[in-house]
Every structure is written in structure tokens, then in C-alpha cells.
């Protein structure tokens, strides 16, 4: 492999046209530009320079390697300044979300994105188990979790707390247990944990997941609420997902006695640095979810 010093020396002699402006430039003596250029000369077992006392002249295969040469030096001298480039509005934002958080986050990514079009935005929708797994495979910059993490090398920040809600049809107004147990149950994903959550904590009969009668399923963030907008259950959801839903004449929320949120954690990799890029992104995280 050609030592990338003996380039230097020989591309910066072609164009100073001199030994000694060479050796100048380079902080070198004369002697040390003539033996980077011996280097050179004896790794190619090609002859580079014909010297003629204080001048010189390139040969053929002098003016072919000076192009390559230089070619060289700038590819990596943009190596260094690319790897060294940290920008806070330029590159890519990898970032996974449970849904509900997510609802309320994507459309201030997006406009982030607008205001800062050479940022790239990769947002992932997905439970803390996968957002775990995706930080420790690298392939997300950071996430959003309601749990700490089970992993050492995942660090877990808490961030803000969202409460959870009971949602019903809006018609509904008395929210007893004998209202819930006629209407069922919307189950979704995560349905059976917040319920033990909220309705356990206020509802003496609640026991467990199957205190009520389920009328219904839908793993679509977005589409839970649509079943109960048409009567046809009620739910318990995070309060992002429940501002996220279009039709909220439809619904009805319920401030219940014992009030519950869960903790919305930001995860990271312990032994991965920020970018500039995604420092900023944290800073508007935190600021997003306190409105």
C-alpha cells in the first residue's frame, strides 16, 4: 500500500516546483522530500522525476500518478472533514416510540423536518420489548419507552409522565361498574396492563383482564377509539392516543377518583455518544411533552 505521506510530498513538489518551497511547506528538509520521492519511485518501480539541477521534469508515468495522486489526498481529506461533520440539522433521526407517545411526536418530527430539510426522519412504531432490542442492535438512535429497560447497557431517563384514560361513547355519562360491564371492553395490545393499572385502581370488582366482557380488539393505534365512538365498547388509553383521535365528540373521557399515568422514559445505548442532530431532537422531546 503507498504510504500517503510520500503522495503528499510528491503532489505538493509538483505544484510548489521546488525542493526547497517543498520541504518549507511540509516542515521537512530537502533531503526528506528526496527520499519520500525515492519511496515512491522504488514502491512503483516507476521513475517519477527527472532532476535537473535546481529543476525538475515529470515523466509520463509522474503526470499519470500526480491526477491519482491528488484524486487521493482529496478523497481523504473529505474522509476526515465527513467523519468529523456534526451538524444539528443535518442527517439521519432513528427513533422508535410505543404508539401512543408516537401519535403525539410524529407530526413535530415532521415539521422539524420541514424547517431542516436536510434532515432524514426514521420513526418506528413499536412495543418496549422491540425498542430495547433495536437500541442494543444499533439501529436506532434513541428511544421512547413506559418501562425502564431490562438490559445494563440501555440507560433509561425519565421524561414526563402520561396519564391514562378511561374512554367511553360520549353519551355515556355514569361510568359505574354496571355501565362498563353492558358496554365490554375494547381490548388492544396493551389494554390488559393499563387496565390493571387504572381500572384496579378504582374499581373494587376489577380482578383482571377478564373483570369485563371484551366486545372487541384492534392493534391499530389510531383506530381503538373508532369502536368506541360508535358505541360499541369503552377502553383504557394513554392520553396521547386519546388526543390523537379525530372524532372526540364522539367520546368521553372519564376523571376517575384515583388518577394514574405511566413514566415515558428516553433510552439510549450507554456507551453511544449523541450526535449534534440527535441532541437537538432530545431537546425538543422534552419540550413537546410538557404541551
Known sequence: MINTKWLLTFSTLCEEKSFTRTANKLFMTQSGVSQHLAKLEDHLAQTLVIREGKQFVLT???LRLLDDANAVLAAINNLEQHIGFDTPDEGKLRIMTPGSVGLKLYPHCLDLQQTHPALS??????????IDKALLENTIDIGLMTRTS??????????????????????????SWQTL??????????????????????YPQYRSA???PQTGFSNQI????EPISRGLGATVLPAHA???????????IHQLDVPVSETIYLAEHHLKPRPARVDM???HIKRWLKH
Request: hydrophobic share 50%; charged share 15%.
Open 60 to 62: 509520463d508515468a509522474g
Open 121 to 130: 426522519v426514521e420513526f418506528r412504531f413499536a412495543p418496549n420489548r422491540d
Open 150 to 175: 431490562l438490559h445494563s447497557e440501555i440507560v433509561t431517563t425519565p421524561l414526563a409522565e402520561e396519564p391514562l384514560l378511561l374512554v367511553t361513547p360520549a353519551v355515556v355519562e355514569d361510568c
Open 181 to 202: 360491564e353492558t358496554l365490554g371492553f375494547i381490548a388492544h395490545p396493551d389494554s390488559a396492563h393499563h387496565a390493571e393499572l387504572l381500572l384496579g385502581a378504582n
Open 210 to 212: 377478564a373483570s369485563l
Open 222 to 225: 389510531g383506530l381503538i377509539l
Open 242 to 252: 386519546v388526543a390523537a383521535f379525530p372524532n372526540q365528540h364522539a367520546i368521553r
Open 281 to 283: 431532537l432530545v431537546t
